[in-house]
């Protein structure tokens, strides 16, 4: 398995980060004064699992709960990743397609309360605003029907190259981009076609980033991950 969550970082341009309009304090500061708008009803109800109970294969680097990650701190108190529970099936089909290729799937982010979309909102610059979404409408990540991720070699154990590191808020993060390494570029899609096979639909802006089907059914959420974690125990 790779490196466990927040482990070592191990390529020198695997970091992206942006030069924040606001200071670390400020920004959480102001994340935990925000309040979520009222969002219309949603037809299904919330059932967020944690994705490696669904399958323990599923390996995880989860970025915002240290350092690596485009803000340079923690956002997250602890390193899971939670989705709804149809999504967390699909990813493990998707995990079971990637094995078939001789590889493992690793999980950057997943499940992300309202919150913090509205932190990475008020973080980055209006430019860059393509990649973070947008706390008015929320975000699939708020729904627990979005996931970050890429792939790893089972054989060799090491994450495999892509044509930008994750979160990098590039042209090169397009799922389109035709320049960089040939087969960093059929890895990416290679990542796709594992996941739409699975259920998931692509991000233009994101190549690791993947949108499951039925994302519009659930609800936009601001609950903690402690929240989410202890009604999974009822």
Not at 94 to 103: F, N, W
Not at 124 to 140: I, K, Y
Not at 180 to 202: E, K, T, W, Y
Request: with cysteine.
């Amino acid at each position: 398995m790779p490196a466990p969550a927040c482990g070592p970082v191990r390529e020198a341009d695997d970091l992206f980060r942006v030069k924040s309009r606001l200071a670390p304090d400020a920004l959480q500061a102001l994340a935990a004064r925000a309040v979520m708008p009222a969002f219309a009803p949603a037809p299904r109800a919330a059932d967020l699992v944690d994705i490696t109970q669904v399958d323990p294969a599923i390996a995880l680097d989860i970025r915002y709960a240290c350092n690596r990650n485009f803000l340079g701190f923690p956002v997250y108190p602890v390193a899971r990743a939670f989705l709804q529970r149809p999504a967390a099936l699909a990813l493990s089909r998707a995990r079971g397609l990637a094995a078939q290729h001789g590889y493992g799937l690793l999980v950057y982010d997943a499940y992300r309360p309202w919150h913090v979309t509205a932190l990475f909102r008020a973080a980055v610059p209006e430019a860059l605003h393509e990649f973070v979404g947008d706390p008015a409408t929320g975000s699939r990540h708020n729904r627990g029907c979005a996931v970050d991720l890429t792939l790893w070699d089972l054989a060799t154990r090491q994450v495999v190259p892509m044509p930008s590191g994750f979160d990098e808020m590039t042209p090169r993060a397009y799922v389109d981009y035709a320049g960089g390494d040939a087969l960093a570029r059929q890895r990416r899609d290679l990542l796709a076609r594992i996941m739409r096979d699975s259920g998931f639909i692509p991000l233009a802006e994101e190549w690791w980033h993947f949108d499951f089907a039925d994302w519009a059914q659930y609800p936009v959420l601001d609950l903690s991950f402690e929240a989410v974690a202890q009604a999974g125990k009822k």
